[in-house]
């Protein structure tokens, strides 16, 4: 990868000149060779909408199916073109309802849980959030490395790019450290929740999309260690290339809430918002492998 990451950075420059317009062309002709000739983790795809909707016939599936496909190279465009999105037009294509509510607790002095998942455009989705977070002292995102550490490089430098001075990335396995340097501070952190734990990490199991899953209690143990309060980032895809963040207080007593509350609720809301646009979800990752 050393020899040929130049290369793909080089295309991938390219591609950032390009009008999303044009993009989303060469999407329509990407998402039925995904879907039909490569068939890009078909299975995963189809047994987890199955599994997630057994109340929907096999002709709802697969149109779903279709839609996430269509969803999802959208999504590979879109993040490529985030190398060159300007502010002005992130605020455009990312529209915000309840704000006041992290803006409220920021004049508090409150620090933040923001719980994000991996729904809609969550790469612009979660790059507006972090303007969200300018009246915090501190802004911190907290990431999984991606495994090669040439791309690794290349997504943060992507996600730091309109967040210079601003916000940090939180490498994962790091947290702990970050947290004890920035308690003191009114910080906001942004948790992507909705992946799978390894199976040796999973503590608590919930019922989520019909099935019962691991899940990581990472927000709500932050919450509780640090008094921070919590707040789900809901996000809808209102068109092509549109994306609505509404921002939901969970709780601002963290310490109060009994053991699992937090947990559970921003699963549930996640639940909700997946059932309202199923289409917008990442449903090719193995979310229930364990």
């Known amino acids: 990868m050393k020899y040929l990451f130049p290369i793909i950075q080089f295309?991938?420059?390219?591609?950032?000149?390009?009008?999303?317009r044009i993009l989303y062309i060469f999407s329509d002709i990407l998402s039925p060779f995904l879907n039909h000739i490569v068939r890009y983790r078909s299975k995963v795809v189809l047994n987890n909408l199955k599994k997630s909707f057994p109340e929907k016939t096999d002709i709802q599936i697969k149109t779903i199916l279709k839609g996430f496909y269509r969803h999802f190279t959208d999504l590979i465009f879109e993040v490529i073109k985030l190398g060159s999105l300007s502010e002005k037009e992130l605020f455009r294509r990312v529209t915000v309802s309840g704000e006041e509510i992290l803006t409220d607790l920021a004049a508090l002095k409150k620090g933040v849980v923001v719980v994000m998942s991996h729904n809609g455009n969550w790469e612009w989705t979660s790059q507006r959030v972090c303007f969200s977070g300018r009246s915090f002292e501190y802004v911190g995102v907290v990431a999984k490395e991606v495994s090669d550490p040439y791309f690794d490089k290349y997504f943060n430098d992507l996600r730091m790019r309109l967040q210079e001075g601003f916000s940090e990335i939180i490498p994962f396995n790091e947290t702990a450290r970050h947290l004890a340097s920035v308690r003191?501070?009114?910080?906001?952190?942004?948790?992507?929740?909705?992946?799978?734990?390894?199976?040796?990490?999973?503590?608590?199991?919930?019922?989520?999309?019909?099935?019962?899953?691991?899940?990581?209690?990472?927000?709500e143990r932050i919450a509780k260690s640090l008094n921070f309060a919590v707040v789900f980032c809901h996000v809808s895809k209102p068109r092509r290339g549109m994306y609505h963040i509404e921002y939901e207080l969970i709780t601002d007593a963290p310490k109060e809430s009994p053991p699992f509350e937090i947990t559970n609720?921003?699963?549930?809301?996640?639940?909700?918002?997946?059932r309202k646009q199923p289409k917008i979800w990442l449903w090719s990752h193995r979310r229930w492998k364990y």
């Open 11 to 20: 295309i991938l420059r390219i591609f950032n000149l390009i009008p999303l």
């Open 184 to 219: 003191h501070k009114t910080s906001m952190l942004i948790t992507i929740a909705d992946q799978t734990p390894h199976i040796g990490q999973i503590q608590y199991r919930t019922n989520f999309m019909n099935q019962n899953s691991g899940v990581f209690l990472g927000p």
């Open 265 to 274: 609720s921003h699963v549930k809301m996640l639940e909700d918002d997946i």
